[in-house]
């Protein structure tokens, strides 16, 4: 059902405000809907993008329906059934997929659906997720796939998340997207015994996406509320759906990181440190599930990575002040999510763990190691943690030159300005 029809001069106005509106959130449903019916990414996209722009044109003789999603959703669909007849593809299947919306063609390779217990996933972009960590993807293209395909976010954003090349990237998508298509890669949720196997991507996935919005890798702001908020959500879906040390974990730790966040930005949008934050605007009611949650996964036997996580995000929740952090907890925390973990961004955390517990002079030792890591050369916040450290140090020229590098990196322009803000008083100081 539409919306009532504005014939009126502003109406082309309203449906463009209502295409733009139409979020992440919405973007990513429909492609999931349409990539479990027909089992092509590329196809989904292209619908979903068709259907936008057959919204400006129909809406504003329609009205805005009431449920944008639905008619996209149908629109899309519509636009993919017209190019299968037009193609004379899969002709023989065609009333089949025009009676039956939920069921993807499957190839004898990977069983028959009707022989396989599929859970019924309370989020159709959860099942997608699961759906994207078949084992016959390699594990960098599956991340890559979820992050691109199924989290919404651009081939940059992907970049950044990953710590690779845009190129590689790219190439990752690709090949990922050659693989299902030449495999009939199936595109509905796993069997139900498999779900804890496809665990680890998924809770991967979830936890890269709120990344991104806590700390965008473009844009203006610093922030994007609308990405967090999807990644707890999914993450407290997980921990419902299948409850474990990690699944815990992971939901812990991004809830005591979203408990800072009436306190991240100043007025002015840039990005507060956690030194300098007033800890009585953090979220209580937050604080205390995130903890509950962090001392509930880390008295399981499966603990892991995403347990220690939230393990030290609680260190940093208990103390009254930034001076009262347990700094040698948490670099003792670091060392065993090394264990775990043992990747760049870890690592840093760790150095600066230790520069904080016992002297900035370890802490810039331990950094200098990473530096020959080239993923790292191109990560901003490793020459951000250089530059803090090296201030410590009262090395104002190096802490200079690392703010400089770290300007000249993919960042948000708010961050930008807050760094380019910390370098002009070291130069003046200087």
Same mark, same amino acid.
Request: glycine share 6%; proline share 6%.
């Given at each position: 059902?539409?919306?009532?029809?504005?014939?009126?001069?502003?109406?082309?106005?309203?449906?463009?405000?209502?295409?733009?509106?139409?979020?992440?959130?919405?973007?990513?449903?429909?492609?999931?809907?349409?990539?479990?019916?027909?089992?092509?990414?590329?196809?989904?996209?292209?619908? %979903?993008?068709?259907?936008?722009?057959?919204?400006?044109?129909?809406?504003?003789?329609?009205?805005?329906?009431?449920?944008?999603?639905?008619?996209?959703?149908?629109?899309?669909?519509?636009r993919v059934l017209d190019e299968l007849r037009r193609e004379?593809?899969?002709?023989?299947? %065609?009333?089949?997929?025009?009676?039956?919306?939920?069921?993807?063609?499957?190839? $004898?390779?990977?069983?028959?659906?009707?022989?396989?217990? &599929?859970?019924?996933?309370?989020?159709?972009?959860?099942?997608?997720?699961?759906?994207?960590? &078949?084992?016959?993807?390699?594990?960098?293209?599956?991340? !890559?796939?979820?992050?691109?395909?199924?989290?919404?976010?651009?081939?940059?954003?992907?970049?950044?998340?990953?710590?690779? +090349?845009?190129?590689?990237?790219?190439?990752? %998508?690709?090949?990922?997207?050659?693989?299902?298509?030449?495999?009939?890669?199936?595109?509905?949720? +796993?069997?139900?015994?498999?779900?804890?196997?496809?665990?680890?991507?998924?809770?991967?996935?979830?936890?890269?996406?709120?990344?991104?919005?806590?700390?965008?890798?473009?844009?203006?702001? &610093?922030?994007?509320?609308?990405?967090?908020?999807?990644?707890? $959500?999914?993450?407290?879906?997980?921990?419902?759906?299948?409850?474990?040390?990690?699944?815990?974990?992971?939901?812990?730790?991004?809830?005591?990181?979203?408990?800072?966040? +009436? !306190?991240?930005v100043d007025p002015d949008g840039r990005p507060i440190p956690?030194?300098?934050?007033?800890?009585?605007?953090?979220?209580?009611?937050?604080?205390?599930?995130?903890?509950? %949650?962090?001392?509930?996964?880390?008295?399981?036997?499966?603990?892991?990575?995403?347990?220690?996580?939230?393990?030290?995000?609680?260190?940093?929740?208990?103390?009254?002040?930034?001076?009262?952090?347990?700094? !040698?907890?948490?670099?003792?925390?670091?060392?065993?999510?090394?264990?775990?973990?043992?990747?760049?961004?870890?690592?840093?955390?760790?150095?600066?763990?230790v520069g904080r517990a016992f002297g900035p002079s370890r802490?810039?030792?331990?950094?200098?190691?990473?530096?020959?890591? +080239?993923?790292?050369?191109?990560?901003?916040?490793?020459?951000?943690?250089?530059?803090?450290?090296? !201030?410590?140090?009262?090395?104002?020229?190096? $802490?200079?030159?690392?703010?400089?590098?770290?300007?000249?990196?993919?960042?948000?322009?708010?961050?930008?300005?807050?760094?380019?803000?910390?370098?002009?008083?070291?130069?003046?100081?200087?």
């Open positions: 059902m539409t919306g009532t029809p504005d014939r009126s001069a502003g109406a082309p106005l309203v449906a463009r405000r209502a295409v733009a509106t139409i979020d992440r959130g919405i973007r990513t449903r429909v492609i999931a809907t349409l990539t479990r019916r027909f089992g092509d990414l590329d196809r989904a996209e292209d619908a %979903l993008q068709d259907a936008l722009a057959q919204a400006l044109v129909t809406w504003p003789q329609t009205g805005v329906p009431e449920s944008p999603e639905a008619w996209l959703t149908t629109t899309a669909k519509r004379n593809v899969l002709a023989g299947k %065609l009333g089949q997929l025009q009676t039956d919306s939920d069921r993807a063609p499957v190839p $004898a390779d990977f069983g028959d659906p009707a022989d396989i217990t &599929h859970p019924a996933l309370p989020d159709e972009r959860l099942g997608m997720y699961f759906a994207c960590t &078949h084992p016959v993807l390699r594990i960098e293209d599956r991340i !890559a796939l979820m992050l691109r395909f199924v989290a919404g976010l651009t081939t940059p954003e992907v970049a950044h998340a990953l710590l690779i +090349p845009v190129p590689t990237a790219q190439q990752r %998508l690709v090949r990922a997207k050659k693989r299902i298509k030449a495999l009939g890669v199936p595109f509905h949720p +796993p069997r139900a015994d498999d779900l804890p196997d496809r665990l680890g991507g998924v809770l991967r996935v979830v936890y890269l996406v709120y990344s991104e919005g806590y700390a965008r890798s473009t844009g203006s702001s &610093h922030i994007r509320d609308d990405i967090t908020a999807e990644a707890i $959500a999914l993450a407290r879906t997980l921990y419902v759906l299948l409850p474990c040390a990690e699944t815990a974990g992971l939901l812990a730790l991004l809830l005591l990181t979203e408990s800072r966040r +009436p !306190a991240r956690l030194s300098d934050q007033d800890r009585t605007l953090w979220v209580t009611a937050m604080v205390r599930e995130g903890t509950a %949650l962090a001392e509930s996964a880390a008295a399981q036997r499966d603990a892991g990575a995403y347990t220690i996580q939230a393990a030290i995000a609680a260190v940093h929740a208990e103390a009254r002040t930034a001076d009262d952090t347990d700094w !040698a907890q948490i670099a003792v925390l670091y060392r065993l999510l090394e264990a775990h973990d043992p990747g760049p961004v870890v690592r840093i955390g760790r150095a600066v763990s802490g810039i030792e331990m950094l200098n190691r990473l530096a020959s890591n +080239p993923s790292l050369d191109r990560y901003r916040p490793f020459h951000v943690a250089r530059a803090l450290t090296l !201030a410590e140090l009262d090395d104002h020229d190096g $802490a200079a030159a690392a703010y400089r590098r770290a300007l000249e990196l993919p960042g948000n322009e708010a961050e930008g300005d807050y760094l380019a803000s910390i370098l002009a008083g070291l130069t003046q100081d200087s």
